[in-house]
């Protein structure tokens, strides 16, 4: 049987669940974009600018069906896509991104009296090269044999072990070539059926032999789309649990023994019931720097590190003072033979009752010194909770709103929140809360940018205007990049160049406005509440502009050099010793 | 004598003539942006996305002192710039780009243990070998020694034979090092300091042995600020003149012997000139396939070709079935040398009359077809020439826009058009038009963008208005993308999936409104010279909305794989041997 090209990379698409693909039109793959013309089950979103496609496709992947795609046309079309490409490459996000290319007569790469030129085709670019260090596979196709193959491969790299993204770049002349239909031998179903075995006695004794363990809990989970065989593990044990930003929505914030999320910008009580543990159980987290503190050396010194990853380049790390004992498995494969056994734990009573009274005492005697002239972004989250509809997925952008965020959203059980932890990128926010939405066009999504933020990919607010998204769009606008001022501040004597000082906004509200979509302002704590209740109770899109104070700091957060336990402000030295007293 | 890292970067600065560097601000950049706090001999400029700084950079260098810089912080600071970094690679255009990186001991290259994780430090990625092909040179710093030598080879790399893009990239610690400053010893002068001779009799005698030789004068002639020797140098002949786009704005329109330029959406004269000359004179262009038509078996079928390149791989590059000549050298000392000389030239009277006669014969008797509802755009182009400044630089976007403008613009003598030929990417115009107000801030800036360019960059239009820049963003306005339209047209039937269907555009006007700009709008041919003489007569911004017909093609446009004097709509077999008779 024969297809063209372009049909067969649909009908792929659309049996990996792709029902939208992001794209951005072009010379070099208008060939491949003509095929939707033909198609009700697998259709297109334009976008307005290629970064925004890849961030989309991230998102989309991430609270959809674990798989997404873009295409984009070659040179600038293609290297637009970067950015997004490195988000879903650090945080293992399975993506496809297509790229066109220019005919094969015009590469460079075809003759040696070329090859070393800077160009030969119109827009031609080497993607594959600029890509191979940001994805599982980036490959030019050069062959028009064995497709059906060679896109599954891709799709398996994608998806299997650790996750990440592909490209596939795709010369003009194949684009609308007749294919010989490959049948398709799909790689074995390893998941549940790997080939290694767990050795339970060394986890089980390490558990047992503990006085203080804890967990940590990461994007793993998810990522092995383990959620169910991790819940049943999860209830085995009378543990500590916290977890990383990455494993944020793993649990609701009020499930039994859930501490809250650690690390650099952390819960207090969740960073001392770490630094205090002698045993952690690391599930599905690289443990990186803003997890552990940059002084490593200081990470839970009296801990031993117990590690269960698949990714053997992280369980080969050898950063940590810590003695670490490794576990190489797939997460959903450990949980899944974990559960067909009966072991039993410790129940762990006094440490349990330690940790909840470090808790209580912090959530009762440290309070967040809160600016009250304009609005207090934990006051906002504080309520923004509230608000939130049942199944809300919160997408959160990269900056000062990003960690008040997370240092005050409580999940409820059927929420999700993502971000793209790893890259990290300013802009991220608009783009993956539309990827969202396309993934889950019934839900509530709650975007989270800031005034930096926003204009990254502000282009994109005429797609939620277009689709009449139900996006709630609040940029907590602070004026200028508040994380960084807060980091000049501290250690370079706050002359705050480039971040206060040369750093404008435009009128942020008019700009919502220009793209039609409705728009409020959070002026202060006083009008957090009217304006929730208006935003929050119909479905459509809002744009608003929260209203922080300009010297808003993050509080607490980690100083450089500092041991996970003493956040700054740093509490007085009798709490201190009180809590630390509870603890050991 | 010692001097702190960013302080020695901003002196080298300095003296290469940056007086802005286009900055955004980030964890990794922060200490190296602090160091402009002492300075007035060095400014930043805060800009909101840095796929734009990299844009307005490139264009900074273009129109300015021939070197620009930014300066981001890493990962998708990075990362973002490499599209921008892409014009000026293509275009072979210096700047050069400061990136931060993590602090040294956060490197996963640090230790083989770490080496093949994803990632280390917080935003740490690979810029350096994702832009190696992209660059003279990429390179991380992992030394404090020699920084002066190695600032200077940078610059000199970027500067000399054919120039290009450098990247820096600089982890944390060593951004606020004291270092020993190693004293300069400058690479020497080689530009009319040659070590190669030039064969100006092969030169001389291709020429008086021709019957009819043609001139193509190409970007290099800028590129190796040969202006001032080109013009004694091009004087001495008396021979048809044409130019590629590259070289567009070497020429004032009515220049004796310049009969505009050639290609796939070329002029028809200029282009039937070329394809029946028997000796074809490249100066300073690649003849890539948007020049020769991407059948390059029928390019000048007739003539030879002499061409003077400074880059090997340009002169090795084997496409063309024309007997090639060539001549290794700069192009500045090739005129040198050659202006030296007092070399004596045939007249080519009767070529030369043809020439002219062909010439008055097309714009005699072959018209566009205007589409007269809304605004034709050559209408629009023919008016714009008309109110622009004597001084003006006309700066272009990528899309149908740039071809009508390209057909359409005759520049006077001393103003400038530049556009991102190689790389044209959608989105450069509005940053490089802000780069071009900062290289000569009391200069006539027009700004050429379409609707589906414009969002790209769309948040710059903040610094159009916060420095209140004289520039004139005209957004020819089709409601698509024009260019693949037509594309779709000839060659896949008119569904024009994702580039009319599938595609909308915001308010336009709108969104120039909510950035504080002074909005207009040209709705038809009868319009535009109000608004015209409106907008070009105040100094400070304008935003105009250019109404153009969805329908509205490029005309003439080369069809694939015809020759380049069968441009569409072909003219009548009657008028065509006419003038071939004329010509041959």
Same mark, same amino acid.
């Given at each position: 049987?024969?297809?063209?090209?372009?049909?067969?990379?649909?009908?792929?698409?659309?049996?990996?669940?792709?029902?939208?693909?992001?794209?951005?039109?072009?010379?070099?793959?208008?060939?491949?974009?003509?095929?939707?013309?033909?198609?009700?089950?697998?259709?297109?979103?334009?976008?307005?600018?290629?970064?925004?496609?890849?961030?989309?496709?991230?998102?989309?992947?991430?609270?959809?069906?674990?798989?997404?795609?873009?295409?984009?046309?070659?040179?600038?079309?293609?290297?637009?896509?970067?950015?997004?490409?490195?988000?879903?490459?650090?945080?293992?996000?399975?993506?496809?991104?297509?790229?066109?290319?220019?005919?094969?007569?015009?590469?460079?790469?075809?003759?040696?009296?070329?090859?070393?030129?800077?160009?030969?085709?119109?827009?031609?670019?080497?993607?594959?090269?600029?890509?191979?260090?940001?994805?599982?596979?980036?490959?030019?196709?050069?062959?028009?044999?064995?497709?059906?193959?060679?896109?599954?491969?891709?799709?398996?790299?994608?998806?299997?072990?650790?996750?990440?993204?592909?490209?596939?770049?795709?010369?003009?002349?194949?684009?609308?070539?007749?294919?010989?239909? !490959?049948?398709?031998?799909?790689?074995?179903?390893?998941?549940?059926?790997?080939?290694?075995?767990?050795?339970?006695?060394?986890?089980?004794?390490l558990?047992?032999?503990s006085l203080r363990p804890v967990?940590i809990?990461?994007?793993?989970?998810?990522?092995?789309?383990?959620?169910?065989?991790?819940?049943?593990?999860?209830?085995?044990?009378?543990?500590?649990?916290?977890?990383?930003?990455?494993?944020? !929505?793993?649990?609701?914030?009020?499930?039994?023994?859930?501490?809250?999320?650690?690390?650099?910008?952390?819960?207090?009580?969740?960073?001392?019931i770490v630094q205090n543990s002698d045993l952690i159980i690391a599930?599905?987290?690289?443990l990186?720097?803003?997890?552990t503190?940059?002084?490593?050396?200081?990470f839970a010194p009296k801990a031993k590190l117990l590690?269960?990853?698949?990714?053997?380049?992280?369980?080969?790390?050898?950063?940590y003072s810590n003695k670490k004992i490794?576990?190489?498995?797939?997460?959903?494969?450990?949980?899944?033979?974990?559960?067909?056994?009966?072991?039993?734990?410790?129940?762990?009573? !006094?440490?349990?009752?330690?940790?909840?009274?470090?808790?209580?005492?912090?959530?009762?005697?440290?309070?967040?010194?809160?600016?009250?002239?304009?609005?207090?972004?934990?006051?906002?989250?504080?309520?923004?909770?509230?608000?939130?509809?049942?199944?809300?997925?919160?997408?959160? !952008?990269?900056?000062?709103?990003?960690?008040?965020?997370?240092?005050?959203?409580?999940?409820?059980?059927?929420?999700?929140?993502?971000?793209?932890?790893?890259?990290?990128?300013?802009?991220?926010?608009?783009?993956?809360?539309?990827?969202?939405?396309?993934?889950?066009?019934?839900?509530?999504?709650?975007?989270?940018?800031?005034?930096?933020?926003?204009?990254?990919?502000?282009?994109?607010?005429?797609?939620?205007?277009?689709?009449?998204?139900?996006?709630?769009?609040?940029?907590?606008?602070?004026?200028?990049?508040?994380?960084?001022?807060?980091?000049?501040?501290?250690?370079?004597?706050?002359?705050?160049?480039?971040?206060?000082?040369?750093?404008?906004?435009?009128?942020?509200?008019?700009?919502?406005?220009?793209?039609?979509?409705?728009?409020?302002?959070?002026?202060?704590?006083?009008?957090?509440?009217?304006?929730?209740?208006?935003?929050?109770?119909?479905?459509?899109?809002?744009?608003?502009?929260?209203?922080?104070?300009?010297?808003?700091?993050?509080?607490?957060?980690?100083?450089?050099?500092?041991?996970l336990?003493?956040?700054?402000?740093?509490?007085?030295?009798?709490?201190?010793?009180?809590?630390?007293?509870?603890?050991?």
């Amino acid at each position: 049987m024969k297809k063209k090209l372009g049909k067969l990379i649909l009908d792929f698409l659309v049996k990996k669940k792709v029902k939208y693909v992001f794209i951005l039109n072009g010379g070099a793959i208008a060939f491949l974009i003509d095929f939707f013309k033909d198609r009700n089950d697998i259709k297109y979103v334009c976008v307005n600018h290629e970064q925004a496609a890849a961030m989309m496709a991230d998102a989309y992947s991430r609270v959809g069906p674990g798989f997404a795609a873009t295409m984009v046309t070659s040179g600038p079309g293609a290297t637009n896509l970067i950015t997004g490409i490195c988000c879903s490459w650090f945080d293992s996000i399975p993506t496809m991104h297509i790229c066109g290319q220019v005919n094969q007569s015009d590469l460079k790469s075809k003759d040696n009296n070329t090859i070393n030129c800077r160009q030969i085709g119109f827009q031609e670019t080497d993607i594959v090269s600029m890509t191979k260090g940001i994805t599982k596979k980036s490959i030019q196709l050069n062959t028009s044999r064995n497709i059906n193959k060679l896109l599954n491969n891709l799709y398996y790299l994608s998806t299997n072990d650790r996750g990440g993204p592909v490209l596939i770049d795709i010369p003009i002349n194949y684009q609308k070539k007749d294919i010989e239909v !490959d049948p398709i031998k799909l790689p074995p179903k390893k998941l549940l059926n790997r080939s290694y075995k767990i050795n339970f006695n060394k986890f089980n004794s390490l558990i047992n032999n503990s006085l203080r363990p804890v967990f940590i809990i990461g994007a793993g989970i998810r990522l092995s789309k383990s959620e169910r065989n991790f819940y049943k593990f999860i209830k085995k044990f009378n543990i500590p649990i916290v977890t990383t930003w990455g494993g944020f !929505d793993i649990l609701p914030f009020n499930f039994k023994n859930y501490f809250g999320n650690i690390g650099v910008y952390g819960q207090r009580a969740a960073n001392l019931i770490v630094q205090n543990s002698d045993l952690i159980i690391a599930l599905g987290t690289r443990l990186d720097t803003r997890v552990t503190g940059s002084n490593i050396k200081t990470f839970a010194p009296k801990a031993k590190l117990l590690i269960i990853d698949i990714d053997k380049n992280e369980l080969n790390k050898n950063r940590y003072s810590n003695k670490k004992i490794k576990i190489y498995s797939d997460l959903n494969y450990f949980f899944y033979k974990f559960n067909q056994e009966s072991f039993n734990y410790k129940k762990f009573f !006094d440490w349990m009752k330690c940790c909840q009274q470090v808790n209580d005492f912090i959530n009762t005697h440290v309070e967040r010194k809160y600016k009250s002239k304009t609005t207090s972004p934990y006051n906002f989250f504080d309520l923004l909770n509230e608000y939130s509809s049942k199944n809300a997925i919160f997408v959160l !952008d990269t900056g000062a709103h990003l960690t008040w965020g997370m240092q005050t959203i409580k999940l409820k059980k059927k929420q999700r929140l993502i971000s793209a932890f790893g890259n990290s990128p300013m802009g991220y926010a608009l783009p993956a809360a539309i990827g969202s939405y396309f993934a889950n066009t019934f839900k509530q999504i709650i975007c989270i940018t800031g005034d930096g933020s926003l204009h990254i990919n502000v282009q994109e607010l005429h797609l939620v205007h277009k689709y009449n998204m139900n996006i709630k769009i609040f940029v907590l606008n602070n004026e200028g990049y508040g994380i960084i001022k807060q980091f000049q501040g501290l250690y370079l004597n706050g002359y705050y160049e480039g971040s206060e000082k040369g750093y404008t906004n435009p009128d942020i509200l008019a700009i919502g406005k220009s793209y039609k979509i409705k728009t409020f302002i959070i002026r202060n704590n006083k009008s957090i509440e009217t304006v929730l209740s208006k935003v929050m109770s119909y479905n459509g899109p809002a744009f608003i502009n929260v209203v922080v104070d300009k010297n808003q700091t993050i509080e607490p957060k980690l100083e450089f050099g500092n041991s996970l336990d003493r956040l700054s402000p740093i509490i007085s030295t009798k709490s201190y010793t009180d809590m630390m007293k509870k603890i050991s």
